[in-house]
């Protein structure tokens, strides 16, 4: 399920490869920081809402393969999505064991939470390959706008934690349900 990359490509949009000072473009160049992509003391983190059923398939591929993952901004009502979190450059302890979870909450438009999960294991093992690589958290989260859900823009917020490190990383995105 881990996968190595160097980069990882969004559809018209970058998913930079990170190393110590932050998340970088293929060229190697700092990118700024956004509310889905940031780092906080080295622990990076990022979150993608896809509509892309095979995401598993496409992030299972071989390591020399850049899966691309299309990105919703709008969404059909009774489409299903897949909240996507990717992590990078955990401090590992001893045996390379890193130890990630994440706080998870979906918000409706008019501000209540729907689904709010704390403390899940979002990746707990050994890690064999350079920490700096990009690698997707074993959380990800199925999402389906139902008939009575209301329409408008809901939130997505993660609180990526890397236990080791004791550092942890907010990440927000939002989407348009129609």
């Known amino acids: 399920m881990l996968k190595r990359l160097s980069v990882l490509l969004l559809v018209l949009l970058?998913?930079?490869a990170f190393c110590q000072e932050g998340w970088r473009d293929k060229q190697g160049r700092p990118v700024p920081e956004t509310d889905s992509r940031r780092s906080v003391n080295g622990f990076g983190g990022s979150l993608l809402v896809t509509p892309d059923a095979d995401w598993k398939a496409k992030w299972e591929t071989?390591?020399?393969?850049?899966?691309?993952?299309?990105?919703?901004?709008?969404?059909?009502?009774?489409?299903?999505?897949?909240?996507?979190?990717?992590?990078?450059?955990?401090?590992?302890?001893?045996?390379?064991?890193?130890?990630?979870?994440?706080?998870?909450?979906?918000?409706?438009?008019?501000?209540?939470?729907?689904?709010h999960q704390l403390d899940v294991p979002c990746y707990k093992g050994i890690i064999n390959e350079p920490v700096s690589h990009t690698f997707l958290s074993t959380a990800v989260v199925g999402w389906t706008g139902d008939p009575g859900d209301p329409s408008g823009t809901w939130v997505l917020r993660v609180l990526l934690k890397d236990n080791v490190r004791h550092a942890s990383v907010p990440l927000r995105t939002s989407f348009e349900l129609r």
């Open 14 to 16: 970058a998913l930079p």
């Open 62 to 115: 071989p390591s020399d393969t850049v899966p691309h993952f299309d990105e919703a901004k709008s969404v059909s009502r009774g489409r299903q999505v897949f909240f996507l979190i990717f992590f990078a450059n955990p401090l590992l302890k001893d045996g390379r064991v890193a130890d990630i979870t994440c706080d998870i909450d979906v918000v409706r438009p008019d501000g209540k939470p729907t689904f």
